[in-house]
C-alpha cells in the first residue's frame, strides 16, 4: 500500500493529519502536480480523477478523493478513535458538517485561489471573477464556524471529527487568499489553537517541515 500526494496541498493534508491521528503509516509518493505530473497519462492510469491523493492498495487497486480515502483507511485500520462518529447521531452531525465545511469553506477556497491566481492556467480555463466571488463565500462562511464553535468545543459536537481535519486545513488555506483569522472570530481562533497542539497536527506539520 502506498499513498500518492503531495505534502503541502490541503486535500493530501487531511489525510496526513486523518492517518496521523489514527497512528497510520503508510509509504508516500510525492507527486508534481506543479509540473503537471498529475496529469499525464501514466498517473491517470491510477487515478480517476487525476488529482492526488491516492492510495494505491497491494492489488494494484486505488482510491482518489480524500475522504474516501480517510473512509477507507478508518475501516481497514480499525480503533477506538472514532473520528467519522460513534453512534447514529454522531456519524450524521459529522457527515453533516465534513460537507459543510467542504462545499462552503474548502472547495470555494479552492475555486478563488485557482481562479485568481490562474496557477493551473495551463490546463484548466480560470476566471477571474468566479474566484473574487468564491473568496468572497469564503468571508461570508466564516462566521459560521464561528457561531457554530461557540456552541461546542468541536465542529460535529462534543468530539473531534474529521470535520474538524476539513475546517482547519481549510483555515490554514485561505492564507493565500489574504484572509486571516484573527480577534473577530473569537471562537475560531481558540479552536484553530486547540487544534494546533494536537500531538497529530503536530506530527503532521513537522513532517512538512
Known sequence: MKLYEKGPAPSA???SLFMAEKGIVIPRVDVDIRGGENITDAFKEISVNGRIPVLELDDGSTLCESIAICRYLDAEFPTDHAL???CPLSIGQV???NRIAEFQ???SAFQAFRNITSIYDDRERCVEAWGVESKQRVI?????????LAETPYLAGERFSVADITAYVMCGFIKNLGIHIDESLPS????????SQRPAFIEASAALG
Open 95 to 97: 457527515e453533516m458538517w
Open 140 to 148: 461570508e462562511f466564516l462566521p459560521v464556524l464561528e457561531k457554530r
Open 84 to 86: 467519522f462518529g460513534d
Open 13 to 15: 493534508q487531511r489525510v
Open 105 to 107: 469553506g474548502l472547495f
Open 188 to 195: 475560531l481562533v481558540t479552536w484553530q489553537q486547540k487544534l
